[in-house]
């Protein structure tokens, strides 16, 4: 849907015709009251919800709503415009907590994350952010690699779900030039132009659901384990020479030592080994 807005950088001035003098007090409350009405509802704009949510989108161009921002095919480095497929390459994940890829979640491209006071703009098919690639100037390109940066979303003033996407503290923000296959580019967000905003079309996932604390184990019947093996010993004795003793009826006394060394094997056999 294409929007029709106009644009002018310096407020317009206008001169009022001259108002009578009203003709009582009464009658000058009354026009009071109703000037003040009148400048409320003249300068209180819409209020529109400016926060981008976590959630999977399309970006597609307001002024084109048939071309979407992807990643090529060719290099998977070089962010361009192209015509609207839903491909893996043309959806987005905007998550402010999650850096990792989830499986499931293989078919998304481009996951917005909280950096700074900005967002970088991460690709899920290569891991690849959205940055620069020509500097900061009119008609600069955008490229994608593995150092992530930090864009400015910005909320359009006067439709919901429509944003800039801007180089933090510069007026370029991203731009369609026009056509398939081109490269988006850097341009300054004045004068007014449809190009340079971008719709935000959120898109459903099914992600499988997993219950807390649930776990699934593979257990088999235990087996019988054989017997232990019985026990070896083997005793060594010493005697000791200075033992030998004589006792009154001739008979000799023999005083030894004997060191014991118990050693027990154990077979195990592991559970569910045959």
């Known amino acids: 849907m294409t929007t029709s807005r106009s644009f002018s950088p310096e407020p317009s001035y206008t001169t009022a015709e001259a108002t009578p003098r009203p003709s009582s007090p009464a009658a000058l409350t009354s026009v ?38 992807d990643l090529s095919g060719q290099d998977l480095k070089t962010v361009i415009t192209f015509g609207s497929h839903g491909g893996k390459n043309q959806q987005v994940l905007s998550n402010y907590l999650s850096r990792v890829i989830i499986p499931w979640l293989t078919e998304l491209q481009w996951e917005f994350s909280r950096l700074g006071p900005g967002y970088s703009i991460r690709c899920l098919y290569n891991g690849a952010y959205i940055t620069l690639g020509s500097g900061i100037s009119e008609g600069g390109n955008l490229i994608a690699t593995p150092y992530p940066v930090s864009w400015a979303i910005e909320a359009d003033d006067f439709e919901a779900g429509v944003y800039r996407i801007r180089w933090p503290e510069s007026p370029f923000v991203f731009d369609y030039p026009g056509g398939t296959g081109y490269t988006i580019q850097l341009s300054d967000r004045y004068p007014f132009k449809p190009t340079r905003l971008w719709r935000l079309v959120p898109v459903k996932i099914d992600v499988p659901k997993m219950a807390a604390e649930s776990f699934e184990f593979t257990t088999s019947a235990p087996r019988r384990m054989d017997p232990a093996p019985a026990l070896i010993t ?23 030592t004997t060191t014991t060394v118990t050693t027990s094997v154990t077979t195990v056999k592991r559970l569910g080994v045959p």
């Open 234 to 256: 083997n005793a060594d004795t010493v005697i000791d020479a200075e033992g030998l003793k004589l006792g009154g009826n001739g008979e000799l006394s023999i005083t030894t």
């Open 32 to 69: 009071a009251s109703s000037s003040r009405t009148e400048q409320q509802q003249l300068f209180q704009p819409e209020v529109l919800d400016k926060t981008l949510k976590p959630g999977v989108y399309r970006i597609v161009n307001d002024s084109n709503p048939d071309f979407v921002v």
